[in-house]
């Protein structure tokens, strides 16, 4: 149990109930809070799909991810207050049925493909059910946000011109885990790291979320999205505005927002000169035989699309002055391994001038966000002896030696944030538009052109490693 109070009582009407994400993900998560005590027992779920379906038929979907042990219960209560709407997202009608169905607080929740967010709000506009005049009324909407600077603020505009930016919840999931959430505790609530946290002390950032899996059923979405749009100007620029922005005032949504919004204001636009992209072979990765990209079902044979991206980005602030910030991300890589490498510069040398490079490391702080979630920091301590010699020490603290981190989708802080009215881990339209404004360049630059190969099961392409060698610098080990 957590100390929480429950969140007010509210339907959710998830569009595109009967997909992956309502069964694999909301659910499972929806059933945690339950269990914790987290939810209004008058909270209900009405699913909405195009396809033959009744109440029983979606409470037999939504259950498939939900575990037995420990959740039935939890589940029991949950099941009937879950019901089935058939209905066709562009069908004025729809929304008079729903209108008839809802009173109160109600969560609209796009779980949808993304050409549904904009006419969905649409209707949802037109027919009056975004009104707050009974109760809180909040619009969900899932990623993909656009597929570039025009096409993002098009849709920002379409929604807003139907509710208010505070009713509007746009999802990062990468927001959701918590080690994610503790960057900002590691940061501002410890005095040793906030002080040397800028140009004086930091040599440069690398952030890395690299993947064993490989496209395998997701060949349509993935060869029109690509690993730049589909990681970079959401996921990654994310976590890079926890590292880089200045600190809030106050943990109050606006006051984060503001400041996350700020620095990725201040991200440099990024051109192909600091960009490397790249696309895999057939092999093995995760212990998987993986077919090459383009021979991926639903690909096509000729495709340009990346499967993986590095880049080099400047922070243009003053904190960040003269610091890269080095971003990483792959399909069918070696290892599965969310990061952030904080490197430090290099002490003066002078005590040292007689030892070897290797036994000095800068110091390096990792935040581990997955797998394995942990804190750890790379020193150096003297080895037992008559004589001075330096070696390397990491401390190191895990996760799962110290909470019990049970088992989470990690929805569920996201939902109980949307029926709280919390919107600290949802993205703001001004930092959509700037994550895309800053990789404008290079998905003009790559509409031609080839990504270099790389096998799969390995670290990535070569020139990946050529982007940092240039600078003198190299990429942590992806393990
Ligand atoms: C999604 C991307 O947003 O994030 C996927 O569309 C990617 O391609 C996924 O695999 C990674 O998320 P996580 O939580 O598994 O690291």
Redesign the pocket.
């Known amino acids: 149990m957590s100390d929480a109070a429950p969140a007010p009582a509210a339907t959710l009407v998830l569009f595109g109930a009967m997909g992956d994400l309502a069964s694999r993900l909301l659910m499972p998560a929806l059933v945690h809070l339950e269990r914790d005590g987290l939810l209004d027992g008058d909270t209900r779920l009405l699913g909405i799909s195009h396809g033959e379906g009744d109440d029983a038929a979606l409470r037999e979907k939504l259950k498939s991810f939900v575990e037995d042990e420990g959740d039935g219960e939890a589940w029991a209560r949950w099941a009937p207050r879950i019901a089935y709407l058939r209905g066709d997202f562009t069908d004025a009608a729809l929304y008079e049925d729903l209108k008839a169905r809802l009173d109160g607080n109600a969560v609209f929740y796009l779980a949808t493909a993304p050409g549904f967010f904009g006419p969905i709000a649409d209707r949802l506009g037109a027919s009056g059910l975004l009104d707050e005049r009974d109760g809180f009324r909040r619009l969900v909407v899932e990623?993909?946000f656009g597929t570039d600077l025009a096409s993002a603020q098009a849709l920002n505009a379409q929604l807003l011109g139907h509710a208010e930016e505070a009713q509007i919840y746009r999802i990062?999931?990468?927001l959701g885990?918590e080690t994610v959430q503790n960057i900002t505790v590691a940061r501002f609530a410890n005095a040793l790291t906030e002080a040397v946290w800028n140009n004086r002390y930091v040599d440069h950032v690398q952030i890395t979320?690299a993947?064993t899996?490989a496209?395998g059923s997701?060949g349509k979405?993935?060869d029109e999205?690509g690993?730049l749009r589909?990681?970079v100007p959401?996921?990654l620029f994310q976590l890079l505005a926890l590292i880089a922005m200045e600190p809030p005032n106050s943990f109050d949504a606006e006051a984060l927002r503001t400041e996350k919004s700020k620095v990725i204001a201040a991200v440099r636009a990024i051109g192909p000169d600091d960009a490397v992209r790249g696309r895999y072979l057939g092999g093995s990765a995760g212990g998987k035989d993986v077919p090459a990209y383009r021979e991926t079902p639903d690909v096509a044979p000729d495709s340009n699309t990346e499967t993986y991206v590095a880049l080099k980005v400047a922070v243009d602030t003053w904190r960040w002055h003269g610091v890269p910030f080095y971003l990483r991300t792959g399909?069918a890589l070696s290892a599965?391994d969310?990061e952030i490498v904080i490197h430090f510069r290099a002490v003066p040398p002078l005590m040292f001038r007689d030892t070897p490079a290797e036994a000095l490391p800068p110091n390096r702080l990792i935040l581990q966000?997955?797998p394995g979630e942990a804190l750890k920091l790379e020193m150096s301590v003297k080895r037992p002896g008559p004589v001075i010699e330096t070696v390397p020490a990491c401390l190191s603290f895990a996760y799962a030696d110290a909470f019990d981190l049970g088992h989470r989708t990690?929805y569920e802080t996201l939902l109980y944030d949307m029926l709280v009215g919390d919107q600290s881990l949802f993205q703001r339209a001004d930092q959509i538009e700037g994550g895309w404004r800053a990789v404008q360049p290079l998905l003009d630059a790559w509409r031609t052109g080839e990504p270099e190969d790389y096998a799969a099961g390995s670290a990535g392409p070569t020139s990946a490693d050529a982007l940092l060698a240039r600078d003198g610098r190299s990429w942590h080990e992806i393990s």
């Open positions: 990623k993909p990062d999931h990468f885990k979320a993947e899996v496209v997701r979405f993935y999205t690993a589909d990681m959401n996921h399909k599965r969310t966000i997955q990690g």
